[in-house]
């Protein structure tokens, strides 16, 4: 368990280090006219008394530059909150928002008025919609779900009624022939066809994102980990330091500095369980436990061209959608995720994001016949270790599956604070559903 200490003295080098950096960009966002509160950190807060870190004041602190953090933190800017934005890596998105398939999905898979399948419809209108407006690569190449043998049609079936309950508008069933013209190297006995269904460049989308929070005045702070948090007087109090530091000393790691915002997003996606545990004065029983589920990806190598022009998918496996296929916009073929349950996490791990993301090449002979049932023309030897995310779960194995949590004060009665749980696929296609639904309800 890592624990925290507070700063003794307001001489450390580091701790200065870190206050310059915020304060210089307080001192520059200054200029632009904020208000006061946001004003240099310097020389305030640092004494040699029992209280000794700096405290700063801040309105708004989104904990997490992940794309739904980034969301969040656009949105509420652009409403005309202060937003400061803390991550524990040296930029945005280097998490499981770098490590996924980029899909937009159209919102089929999930149990209808789940947050899951509102978020998913929702988000995928405003983020086609955002993508267009700002000239984010993204392509409507549409996708074929497909039973591989007649016992999987009830599934296929079952698909097609939950999407049409969550609202996916134009979905088709397709004879095998019919999804076979569409697709020559597909063999299959019965598809689902979903044309809603795309792509997207999600570094490009997060980087806009992060420009449209920056023009909105939101700052920025990376190479800052929020160590824990404590409920004082109805507010958060949060606690943080240099990444750098909290990795070298992790036991007893000194906080560098309090902020003591009105609002706080918990957006740490795979840790967001580990640090909610950290916010005392927050009840345990509020916070789900984590289950990760790695996902490895493979590329396909030596074909001359992508065998497919839509995503094809196979029906959901426990834990994932199945091994399928996606093209990015490079024309870069990758199949993938698997589901391997990583057992036995605590929290110092999933806190400090201590995975395992190497691929292992043997998976591949897993991949093989997987992959065969629907493209069986796949040659020996073509598949190449790609790269692999971790699904921030609330159901392990053999469990049911469960819906996003996003929690407020109405929940865990703390003012304030909003906890976001559980933000696995479809995070990416649901993140600007997700921030608009902070913000019109926690504004
Ligand atoms: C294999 C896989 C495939 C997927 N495919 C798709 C798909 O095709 N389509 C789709 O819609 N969704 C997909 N998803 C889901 C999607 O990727 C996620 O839902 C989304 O990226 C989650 O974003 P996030 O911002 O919540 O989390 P993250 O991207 O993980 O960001 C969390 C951030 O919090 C920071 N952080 C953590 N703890 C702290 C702390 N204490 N202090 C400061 N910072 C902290 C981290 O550094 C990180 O940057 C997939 C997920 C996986 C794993």
Not at 148 to 153: M, P, Q
Not at 232 to 258: I, Q, W
Request: charged letters at 20%; aromatic letters at 8%; one cysteine or more.
């Amino acid at each position: 368990m890592v624990t925290t200490t507070f700063a003794s003295g307001g001489d450390s080098k580091k701790k200065k280090k870190m206050l310059a950096s915020l304060g210089r960009r307080w001192t520059r966002l200054s200029t632009r006219n904020l208000k006061p509160t946001w004003k240099l950190l310097n020389g305030r807060g640092v004494s040699g008394g029992a209280v000794t870190i700096a405290k700063e004041r801040v309105d708004a602190v989104v904990i997490g530059a992940g794309v739904v953090g980034l969301a969040v933190a656009r949105e509420l800017s652009l409403r005309g909150r202060e937003v400061l934005i803390l991550d524990a890596a040296s930029s945005f998105g280097t998490v499981t928002s770098s490590r996924n398939s980029e899909v937009i999905h159209a919102g089929i898979y999930y149990p209808p008025n789940s947050l899951k399948a509102k978020f998913c419809v929702r988000g995928r209108e405003l983020l086609y919609r955002y993508c267009s407006e700002h000239g984010i690569a993204h392509r409507k190449i549409g996708k074929l779900v497909v039973a591989t043998g007649s016992s999987e049609i009830p599934k296929l079936d079952l698909l097609m009624h939950l999407g049409t309950l969550n609202g996916v508008s134009d979905l088709r069933m397709l004879e095998g022939f019919e999804a076979m013209r569409m697709e020559p190297e597909l063999r299959c006995v019965k598809a689902l066809l979903s044309p809603e269904s795309g792509i997207v460049d999600t570094h490009s989308f997060m980087l806009s994102l992060v420009g449209q929070a920056e023009n909105s005045h939101a700052t920025f702070s990376y190479n800052t980990v929020v160590l824990s948090g404590r409920v004082e007087e109805e507010k958060m109090h949060l606690f943080v330091a240099e990444t750098g530091s909290f990795e070298s000393r992790c036991e007893g790691v000194v906080a560098e500095l309090e902020l003591i915002p009105n609002l706080v997003v918990n957006s740490a996606g795979l840790g967001a369980q580990a640090l909610a545990k950290r916010f005392h004065g927050l009840g345990h029983r509020f916070i789900p436990s984590s289950h990760y589920a790695r996902g490895c990806y493979f590329t396909l190598s030596g074909a001359k061209s992508p065998p497919f022009d839509k995503l094809v998918y196979p029906i959901p496996e426990e834990g994932g959608l199945g091994v399928h296929v996606t093209v990015d916009l490079n024309g870069l073929v990758k199949f993938g995720p698997d589901v391997e349950w990583i057992e036995c996490r605590d929290d110092t791990s999933s806190f400090l994001n201590k995975f395992d993301y190497g691929v292992n090449p043997q998976r591949a002979e897993k991949f093989y016949p997987e992959i065969r049932k629907y493209y069986p023309d796949l040659k020996d030897g073509s598949l190449e270790p790609g790269y692999s995310g971790i699904r921030p779960k609330l159901s392990g194995p053999k469990q049911h599956p469960v819906d996003f949590i996003i929690q407020g004060e109405e929940t865990h009665g703390v003012p304030g604070l909003v906890n976001l749980f559980g933000i696995e696929s479809p995070g990416l296609t649901s993140s600007l559903a997700i921030a608009e639904h902070i913000a019109n309800k926690f504004l």
